[in-house]
């Protein structure tokens, strides 16, 4: 007698964890309970034709602002906008970076975004505290945030105040290594960027197309190869977010080449989109820090993928309107960075990726679920399909077509990047441990019916 089950997904193609097989996927209380064999439900849905993979888990979100006072950066999406935005592209778990504002400590800004989260979340959610202060105080607040189940903490070396207190950060970096927290760090250099604008401005150059020359590679680079060395001196996980060009893809890469828990993530818009664009007369719009970069980055991030040194594929989802993107009184130093990703992720790089060959459908699992779920301690609750996991699924449809307008989709920027592309492979069904959130993109979860995932410290395999 086979058990009762609540659903089963008939007939897909489930790829997962190196394996890729049609099998019957059985759901009981919002968990996957059977792979295959004799099955029966009152719900089943065909997934002929279909890919099932595990939800995306996009570790890099901005749906809480930084700050209250006036000029601090408010981005356009809270968590219900945010997570309905990813549920109708195929994302069911986001991280979230949790801003403490002035004066405030870790903790405190923590229960606050936890009770957003928790009020307005379509999907699951887990928080990474930035630290912004590394005195005493925010360096016990490291372990006392673990211990309350959010092992990760992210740093700005991008922030001049990083250079007035390096020491205080790789004291919190030794922290974090101690307590088992993965520090996620923004690899730019102050100073360089610094000069730069300094110098764009006295040649009269610093209107948003020359925005790439604000955040030159050279910036990058050695931020990120500081970051290494930060990583070798103190032993944390370090997770080098938004990485965007081969330079510190390679510092990255000899890092790891050492055994250096080194890990990268890249962002959709570094993979499809080239510098060239800020020549465009709406250039600013494609603004995030760092810039866009050369066409030979991009393809050295495509092998990333490829080769395992990118570890994760995350929307860095901060968006804005166009008008805002647009503000004519912006300069190519002040320009408002980020743009909304959430619904869009998924489908250009399987079209980009997947659809052209460029990537296997094994490698798109890995670095928009798998390796996720694996560094943030959801695994293996989330980021694979197995018995005993929750039934955050996809049921992806290869052969889908849609023209990508940002106007119709659900974040309140009101336009994506990818405006107009003709994108192959969308989400047919968002499945959220056993429930259905959203169908082509007609999102039904509601809002509230997400929860904290559950997490646990970072062990080196
Ligand atoms: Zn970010």
Redesign the pocket.
């Known amino acids: 007698m086979a058990q009762a089950l609540d659903m089963i997904i008939r007939n897909g193609t489930v790829v997962s964890g190196g394996m890729e097989s049609t099998l019957d996927v059985g759901i009981a209380a919002g968990v996957i309970s059977q792979l295959g064999g004799s099955m029966e439900a009152g719900r089943e849905i065909d997934a002929t034709g279909r890919y099932v993979l595990p939800g995306g888990i996009d570790a ?3 749906l809480t602002a930084p700050g209250t006072e006036p000029g601090s950066w408010q981005w356009v999406d809270d968590f219900e906008v945010g997570t309905r935005a990813a549920a109708a592209g195929g994302i069911t778990c986001v991280g979230n ?1 949790s801003f403490p504002r002035k004066g405030e400590q870790i903790m405190a800004g923590l229960e606050r975004d936890m009770a957003d989260a928790g009020a307005n979340a379509i999907v699951d959610y887990f928080q990474h505290p930035v630290l912004l202060d590394p005195g005493d105080d925010g360096i016990e607040q490291i372990e006392a945030a673990a211990a309350a189940g959010h092992p990760s903490i992210k740093i700005f070396l991008s922030f001049r105040r990083f250079d007035r207190n390096v020491d205080g950060y790789l004291q919190a970096m030794s922290a974090a290594a101690d307590a088992g927290v993965v520090v996620l760090v ?1 690899c730019e250099d102050p100073a360089i960027m610094h000069c730069c604008g300094l110098e764009l401005a006295e040649a009269g150059r610093d209107e948003a197309r020359h925005f790439p020359e604000s955040r030159p590679v050279e910036a990058e680079r050695i931020a990120t190869e500081r970051a290494v060395g930060y990583c070798a001196t103190t032993g944390a996980t370090t997770y080098v ?2 990485l965007s060009s081969a330079a510190a893809l390679d510092a990255c890469r000899a890092g790891r080449a050492r055994g250096l828990p080194i890990f990268v993530e890249t962002r959709p818009i570094y993979l499809h989109l080239n510098a060239g664009r800020f020549e465009e007369p709406d250039g600013a719009k494609y603004a995030g820090a760092p810039p866009l970069r050369s066409d030979a980055d991009r393809d050295a991030l495509w092998a990333g993928i490829n080769d395992g040194s990118v570890a994760t594929v995350c929307t ?1 989802h ?1 968006p804005w309107t166009l008008e805002q993107k647009l503000d004519p009184t912006l300069t190519a130093s002040t320009l408002r960075h ?1 743009m909304a990703e959430l619904e869009t992720m998924l489908p250009v790089l399987w079209s980009e990726g997947v659809a052209t060959g460029r990537i296997s459908v094994a490698r798109f699992v890995d670095v928009t679920s798998t390796q996720a779920a694996k560094l943030f301690g959801l695994y293996p609750r989330k980021g694979t399909i197995a018995p005993g996991s929750d039934a955050d699924l996809l049921i992806w449809d290869p052969g889908e077509v849609r023209v990508v307008d940002g106007a119709a989709m659900h974040s309140n920027a009101g336009y994506s990047p990818y405006d107009g592309w003709e994108i192959t492979g969308w989400p047919a069904v968002t499945i959220s441990r056993g429930e259905v959130v959203s169908e082509g993109a007609d999102v039904t979860g509601r809002p509230g019916r997400g929860r904290p995932a559950e997490r646990s410290r970072f062990r080196r395999p």
């Open positions: 890099h979100v901005h970076m923004h977010v938004h860095d901060a980020g």
